[in-house]
């Protein structure tokens, strides 16, 4: 049996700088979750299951978030790693499943990083039509780069700043279209206020239950990157105190900015008007007759794209470097340079995220469909081993004679709220089979997975025979 790991022996696993607070921790986390999915494609989940039925689906989705985030708590108090969650799975699932884990983790922040970029260098085409997109996906691309070769430190501080205008968008959001709910706003085409009746037009539910179900998985991924917190653990100062403080902050404020946005939004725009062509921001904002409501958007929509990229490509280092310090792949993409940034492991990533944007402009019907349908269930499947992970890790610290009252955090309820968040995390995968549009990413990931179980099993054959020489 594995003996739980504590933070005692932490220092033998990792050569990275403990350089970041608990303020750097929330906007990194808000980083990877507030993007565009909020901003941009927020409507279509409106469109689809409704007013009330979207709010509905985004409390589901922040009481999972909540349970999958205090397994996480756990655990990244307990073994603040980087990498956390693919150790964990490692440890108390087996070495295959973290494998599993880290490829899945690292594929979805890669396949991010070439759409962010080529959504930048669009939204920038929209100011200077006469640049090519390519150039200003170049000039983002080294940027980004840039801010995370050079120190963990900086990477923070232009993640808390990237963040904070998303922030600041979202409160004033919120802020102005309840003025406009209690008619204090006039809008344009009212006589009015408008009061919340937009939240039943045809029904709670007009397109049926089944369909506040079917986009569950559009609902849980967009919070996804919540879990950066786990990935940051090994690079954050008194991880014991900090890591508690960043998930319970994140949490409530992120429940506060979502669902708040979502009640905006299905309280002042008709769910038959609701979609993907454009931003449910840009809607409300100019039924308020803001100008250039547009431009204000498209600012802080290109601040998420450049966050969400930022952390991103920390993220898929941070898991490259992890599967190196675990001896899985080669030792190389350990080693740090001068800063304490992985470089190696930095520029594979980068080049990682340039092979999909690549395959975005060559092979998008093909190659990148899959990659994308892959990378949208497997922030989920993470999920499942997070909360599988800290069942089993409680188990053996129990069994091994250890007692709860020595873990510094604990998750409350034990064993309930890691079954529940591992049951509605599947859940969350399997309900897309009612979306035909997102029913393929299963037949897909299915495979992909399948491959990845058996890529491990071939690279566990050789090194033992390689070993035996």
């Known amino acids: 049996m594995t003996t739980p790991a504590t933070v005692d022996d932490e220092a033998a696993t990792t050569t990275l700088r403990r350089k970041m607070g608990t303020r750097h921790l929330l906007m990194i986390s808000f980083g990877g979750v507030i993007g565009t999915g909020l901003f941009l494609s927020s409507g279509y989940t409106i469109s689809q299951a409704g007013p009330f039925g979207t709010v509905l689906a985004y409390t589901v989705g922040a009481v999972l978030v909540y349970l999958v985030m205090m397994c996480l708590g756990e655990l990244s108090v307990a073994m603040p790693y980087t990498g956390a969650f693919h150790v964990y799975a490692t440890r108390y699932i087996g070495p295959a499943t973290g ?22 260098g669009l939204i920038m085409q929209q100011w200077f039509p006469g640049t090519p997109v390519w150039v200003w996906s170049a000039l983002f691309i080294a940027v980004i780069f840039a801010l995370n070769v050079s120190s963990v430190r900086l990477f923070a501080e232009a993640e808390t700043v990237l963040s904070s205008i998303k922030i600041a968008a979202i409160i004033i959001f919120i802020v102005l279209g309840t003025l406009a709910i209690v008619g204090i706003i006039p809008l344009i085409g009212h006589d009015r206020a408008p009061g919340l009746t937009n939240l039943t ?29 786990g990935i940051t653990a090994g690079e954050t100062k008194d991880p014991t105190t900090t890591v508690p403080r960043a998930i319970h902050a994140t949490l409530w404020r992120l429940t506060v900015f979502f669902i708040g946005s979502m009640v905006v939004m299905a309280a002042l725009i008709p769910w038959r008007e609701a979609g993907v062509d454009r931003s449910p921001f840009v809607l409300v904002f100019a039924s308020m007759g803001i100008p250039f409501a547009a431009d204000i958007m498209n600012v802080v929509v290109l601040a998420a794209i450049l966050s969400a990229a930022n952390s991103g490509l920390y993220a898929s280092t941070r898991m490259l470097w992890s599967l190196s310090n675990e001896g899985t792949i080669p030792a190389a993409f350990t080693r740090t340079n001068r800063f304490g940034v992985p470089s190696l492991a930095l520029a594979a990533s980068m080049i990682g995220g340039l092979l999909a944007l690549l ?23 993470v999920w499942v081993a997070i909360a599988w992970s800290q069942f089993n890790f409680r188990r053996e610290w129990l069994a091994s004679g250890h007692t709860v009252d020595e873990l510094s955090y604990r998750v409350p309820g034990y064993p309930v709220v890691p079954i ?22 299963l037949f897909y990931t299915i495979p992909f997975v399948a491959l ?18």
């Not at 494998?99 to 930048?120: N, R």
């Not at 529940?420 to 990413?441: K, N, P, T, W």
């Open 420 to 441: 529940l968040a591992f049951a509605m995390s599947l859940a969350s995968c399997v309900l897309i089979v009612f979306d035909s549009g997102q029913r393929s990413a």
């Open 201 to 229: 037009e045809g029904g709670l539910f007009p397109n049926g239950i089944g369909a506040v179900f079917a986009t569950m998985l559009t609902v849980n991924f967009a919070f996804s990157g919540t879990e950066l917190i």
């Open 99 to 120: 494998f599993v884990v880290a490829v899945l983790y690292w594929l979805t922040w890669t396949i991010a990083l070439g759409s962010e970029f080529t959504g930048a």
């Open 452 to 469: 990845c179980y058996a890529a491990f099993a071939l690279l566990k054959r050789r090194r033992a025979r390689d070993a035996s020489r």
């Open 359 to 381: 395959s975005s402009v060559v092979a998008a019907e093909t190659v990148y469909l899959v990659l994308v349908s892959i990378s949208g269930l497997a922030v989920m499947l």
